[in-house]
T-cell receptor
Framework: GENVEQHPSTLSVQEGDSAVIKCTYS??????FPWYKQELGKRPQLIID?????GEKKDQRIAVTLNKTAKHFSLHITETQPEDSAVYFC????????????FGRGTSLIVHP | EAEVAQSPRYKITEKSQAVAFWCDPI?????LYWYRQILGQGPELLVQ????????DSQLPKDRFSAERLKGVDSTLKIQPAELGDSAMYLC?????????????FGQGTRLTVV
């Protein structure tokens, strides 16, 4: 089955800096890569996603890049704000008979004012 | 805005007791997932339904866990008997149907503590 590795497990930045979270996946058949943000005590919520036919996608301060050859994808947050502090999860889904998102272990992002 | 409903929000139970969680997905969503999230880790899939049928339960510890979605709408996850290692957040999620590239919407989860 799919295996998703996520790094770093903890990321501490100053307000205004950029943050980058990286994930690798194992199944070359995966073709959908969502990113979820989970604030303390709340449910995971989708913040951005990318499909395998696209190399990069941007939404305001958030961008995601995908390298299918190397089987890795990254989340980039620019001009970080304290409210960006949360746990971020990447996921990969395998094409085929069923769609089962496999999640990374998460990155705890702390943005210091 | 439609949301996935879960109950209870919190549950404390003694080991060896039975416990059950309920999930009501977003109306019209055919696909329903149960995930377990241990503190500090990502969600791990326990079972996936498409309508009333189980699509994948390969990671469900079937000796103690069971899940059903009898009418293809709401779902129940049961643990019997509960063990200390079952303490975790149990998340339910739904999506419109099985296909690549469909967002999963999560409920608030049930925080289980086994004592």
């Amino acid at each position: 089955g799919e295996n998703v590795e996520q790094h770093p497990s903890t990321l501490s930045v100053q307000e205004g800096d950029s943050a980058v979270i990286k994930c690798t996946y194992s199944d070359s058949a995966s073709n959908y890569f969502p990113w979820y943000k989970q604030e303390l005590g709340k449910r995971p919520q989708l913040i951005i996603d990318i499909r395998s036919n696209v190399g990069e996608k941007k939404d305001q301060r958030i961008a995601v890049t995908l390298n299918k050859t190397a089987k890795h994808f990254s989340l980039h947050i620019t001009e970080t704000q304290p409210e960006d502090s949360a746990v971020y999860f990447c996921a990969a889904s395998t094409a085929g008979g069923s769609y089962i998102p496999t999640f990374g272990r998460g990155t705890s992002l702390i943005v210091h004012p | 805005e439609a949301e996935v409903a879960q109950s209870p929000r919190y549950k404390i139970t003694e080991k060896s007791q039975a416990v059950a969680f309920w999930c009501d997905p977003i109306s019209g969503h055919a696909t329903l997932y149960w995930y377990r999230q241990i503190l500090g880790q990502g969600p791990e899939l326990l079972v996936q339904f498409q309508d009333e049928s189980v699509v994948d339960d390969s990671q469900l510890p079937k000796d103690r866990f069971s899940a059903e979605r009898l009418k293809g709408v709401d779902s129940t996850l049961k643990i019997q008997p509960a063990e200390l290692g079952d303490s975790a957040m149990y998340l339910c999620a739904s999506s419109p149907r099985i296909e690549s590239g469909t967002e999963a919407f999560f409920g608030q989860g049930t925080r289980l503590t086994v004592v």
